[in-house]
């Protein structure tokens, strides 16, 4: 499909394990997102990105989260040292630029972590 | 940015008009109306945005007060499957990315 692919779709792992989450968005979308929903709460904003880079980190929890994103397309948002307060699901969004037009979302990986 | 305010549930009848109400009493003129829906285990869907007409495509329609202050989203034709929690969204243009989610509707639709 053409849509926004994550990746994988459920990962569990050990407190104190790092983790990479991978996100594909729509073909020619310059602006990506990521998000973290914890359970019945809305979207919490993580960061964004307008091709390679990324102007606002702001919503980043803490030092043990970072992403990169290259060739102005796929995304990997890591997360050292997990800690069980990370267990949520991930949300990846792609946008054709920034401004009005609106976000697509993936299917979110839900990380759980023991 | 702007913040809504929104009713906790909703229930609506199967084949009936579902009509979700927003307010967003402090959204500036350079803001616009976003609403997404969340299937459960899904990410969120786009439906529709809006700055000052109303507007309409293939899955709803909005309509925004003249005052801005407030807006509907509407399914004409409710099915089972627009069952989800429904999240109307204010923000600006230039930083559009900071999308401040609230806890949405959650609608349900019954047969």
């Known amino acids: 499909g053409a849509g926004v692919s994550q990746s994988p779709s459920n990962k569990v792992t050990e407190k104190g394990k790092d983790v990479e989450l991978r996100c594909d968005p729509i073909?020619?979308?310059?602006?990506l997102y990521w998000y973290r929903q914890s359970l019945g709460q809305g979207l919490e904003f993580l960061i964004y990105?307008?091709?390679?880079?990324?102007?606002?980190k702001s919503g980043l929890p803490s030092d043990r989260f970072s992403a990169e994103r290259t060739g102005g397309s796929v995304s990997t948002l890591t997360i050292q040292r997990t800690q069980q307060e990370d267990s949520a699901v991930y949300l990846c969004?792609?946008?054709?630029?920034?401004?009005?037009?609106?976000?697509?979302f993936g299917d979110g990986t839900r990380l759980s972590i023991l | 940015d702007a913040k809504t305010t929104q009713p906790t549930s909703m229930d609506c009848a199967e084949g009936r008009a579902a009509n979700l109400p927003c307010n967003h009493s402090?959204?500036?003129?350079?803001?616009?109306v976003y609403w997404y829906r969340q299937i459960h285990s899904q990410g969120p869907q786009y439906i529709i945005h809006?700055?000052?007409?109303?507007e309409t495509n293939e899955m709803a329609s909005l309509i925004i007060t003249e005052d801005r202050k407030s807006s509907t989203l509407i399914l004409p034709h409710a099915t089972l499957r627009d069952t989800a929690v429904y999240y109307c969204?204010?923000?600006?243009?230039?930083?559009?990315?900071?999308?401040?989610w609230g806890a949405g509707t959650k609608l349900i639709i019954k047969p």
């Open positions: 969004a792609s946008s054709p630029d920034r401004g009005y037009q609106p976000q697509h």
């Open positions: 073909s020619g979308h310059t602006a």
């Open positions: 990105f307008q091709g390679n880079s990324a102007p606002d």
């Open positions: 402090t959204i500036s003129g350079n803001e616009y």
């Open positions: 809006g700055l000052k007409n109303n």
């Open positions: 969204i204010v923000s600006p243009p230039k930083s559009n990315y900071q999308l401040i």
